[in-house]
């Protein structure tokens, strides 16, 4: 049905999509959006990884959802926000035409894990300037969502399940407590209860995102699921 729209996340490292917006990645894959999820490094920093293991997990749940991993090889941890990354990301988009792109939330000051601010900043200079994207959206922080104000939520209770199996098969960051499956509930709650009270009590789960910029249409995307 949709075959022809397209989803481009981006994000520094391999865990980052199934902690900030899985449950919309799948509410994405399921109406038949074609979805890439761009990790940009391996994560091989991490006290946890043993080699490429994060990758072979993130494999795993894209397998799950029904996206495509795409995985490029620049160093985790030394991301820069320089003409090399700008030019990185606009490859991926001008080879994928996404009409929506979506990427970290970027945090002033360093406040925020470096790599994402520098992603964010790549991204969104890449994104604005190419004519297919309509809707250029920020992902929730993982942690210290300093400054974090969503305008814009995606019901994803259908997905909660999926979003916690997704999370749990990131093993080797399972020692994190951000990576507690229950965490993400909480927070899917926490913003239900932002949008409105009812939303919480309904016992419906949100995402929040920052909106960039959109182009309003007649989309799956904005359509609301009612529990
Ligand atoms: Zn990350």
Not at 66 to 77: E, F, H, N, P, V
Not at 142 to 152: A, I, K, S, T
Not at 178 to 206: K, V
Request: proline share 5%; with cysteine; net charge negative.
């Amino acid at each position: 049905m949709n075959s022809n729209r397209t989803v481009l996340a981006v994000f520094a490292h391999p865990d980052d999509d199934a902690l900030a917006c899985l449950g919309t990645i799948a509410r994405f894959t399921h109406a038949d959006y074609q979805v890439y999820v761009l990790t940009l490094t391996a994560g091989e920093r991490s006290n946890t990884a043993i080699g490429r293991t994060r990758l072979y997990e993130a494999e795993n749940v894209a397998q799950l959802v029904g996206y495509t991993l795409l995985k490029d090889d620049l160093t985790d941890g030394h991301l820069t926000f320089n003409t090399e990354m700008v030019s990185l990301v606009e490859k991926y988009v001008k080879q994928l035409s996404p009409q929506v792109v979506i990427t970290h939330y970027p945090q002033n000051f360093g406040y925020g894990h470096q790599d994402h601010d520098s992603t964010a900043a790549a991204v969104i200079n890449a994104a604005r300037r190419a004519p297919c994207v309509d809707w250029i959206l920020y992902a929730e922080p993982p942690v210290q969502d300093w400054g974090f104000l969503p305008n814009l939520y995606v019901d994803i209770t259908r997905y909660m399940d999926l979003k916690k199996q997704a999370i749990r098969l990131h093993e080797s960051e399972g020692s994190k407590s951000y990576m507690l499956p229950d965490i993400a509930t909480m927070r899917a709650q926490w913003w239900a209860l932002q949008n409105h009270p009812d939303t919480y009590s309904n016992g419906r789960y949100l995402e929040p995102f920052v909106l960039v910029k959109g182009l309003l249409g007649l989309d799956p995307f904005m359509q609301v699921e009612h529990a």
